[in-house]
């Protein structure tokens, strides 16, 4: 793609994105988290935040954790991450004990966090020089994964000079440029608009259908999680524990016949379900 006029929040690069075939042979798990327990002490207040939490993910997979408001969501994503100690349990990434900030890992978070001086390429470039690297011998990659998320010719801006669509897309570069085997979305589409959203989806997983690597995203979406996951883990509400972990059998790219599918409505009925069980939604 050369460039993106007129399209503010288009669609990813026109040309096909390569497709990896997915990973066949069983292997060991990415993700291995057992029996995982965090409770938050603030003065006397005492908050369970996860009770006896079990998922195992495995190297490409993508995995979408689902749940209300303050279920424990993005604790059990700050810990797999290794940026937050927990009570007990196991957390194992990568067949090692997790016990402090991992460095084979992207984190996208809602806000794209974005430094107004530098710009599109230098926010990019910017986890090479914290990370040491040498920003030069990523420079093509960054410019290649830009491109692959609709910001051609959109190096040079300034992220005040982008909409929040476009920021998130350089926050999502931003996290993959170092080749990390292991993404961690946090509600990275909360913020945007419903339209955008949904595009913001669709390239997203044409995205990891050409890098696949291993994904874990977190959202409050009962469609999006469906339209994205290989499968998804639906969490109680707080203390979070897992309800109930859904296989999703749909054929990709999801596109429109398979969001608009009977068989796409169940699986959204069934986390719907859970949900109602709980009383998190209320007809
Ligand atoms: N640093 C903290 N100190 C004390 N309590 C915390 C802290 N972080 C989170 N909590 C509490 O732990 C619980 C889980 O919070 P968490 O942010 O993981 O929820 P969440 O599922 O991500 O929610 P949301 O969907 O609103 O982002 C909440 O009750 C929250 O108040
Ligand atoms: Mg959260």
Redesign the pocket.
């Known amino acids: 793609m050369t460039g993106y006029a007129g399209a503010e929040e288009g669609a990813v690069a026109q040309a096909d994105v390569p497709v990896k075939p997915a990973r066949q042979t069983q292997q060991a798990a990415h993700i291995d988290i057992g029996d995982l327990r965090h409770t938050?002490q603030?003065g006397g207040m005492i908050?369970m935040?996860l009770d006896g939490v079990d998922l195992s993910v495995q190297p490409g997979e993508l995995v979408v954790v689902v749940?209300?408001?303050?279920?424990?969501?993005?604790?059990?994503l700050r810990i797999a991450a290794g940026l937050l100690p927990f009570t007990s349990g196991r957390v194992r990434v990568g067949g090692r004990d997790v016990a402090g900030p991992q460095t084979d890992l992207g984190i996208v978070f809602q806000s794209p966090v974005l430094l107004d001086w530098r710009n599109v390429l230098e926010n990019v470039l910017i986890q090479l020089e914290l990370r040491r690297l040498d920003p030069a011998r990523y420079r093509e990659r960054a410019m290649s994964l830009l491109a692959d998320v609709g910001l051609a010719g959109f190096e040079d801006r300034r992220p005040r000079e982008l909409s929040g669509g476009m920021r998130q897309r350089v926050a999502i570069v931003r996290a993959l440029i170092h080749e990390p085997t292991l993404l961690m979305m946090d509600?990275p589409f909360g913020a945007l608009d419903a339209l955008t959203r949904e595009q913001m989806r669709i390239d997203l997983e044409k995205l990891w259908l050409a890098q696949r690597h291993t994904l874990v995203f977190?959202t409050?979406g009962i469609t999006e999680a469906v339209a994205l996951a290989d499968r998804v883990v639906v969490m109680t509400p707080?203390p979070?524990r897992i309800e109930k972990i859904i296989a999703v059998d749909l054929p990709r790219p999801r596109d429109k016949a398979v969001i608009t599918s009977s068989r796409f409505t169940q699986y959204c009925d069934e986390i719907t379900e859970c949900f109602m069980r709980y009383g998190v939604i209320r007809y």
């Open positions: 938050f603030r908050t935040a749940g209300p408001s303050g279920c424990g969501k993005s604790t059990l509600e977190v409050h707080r979070g």
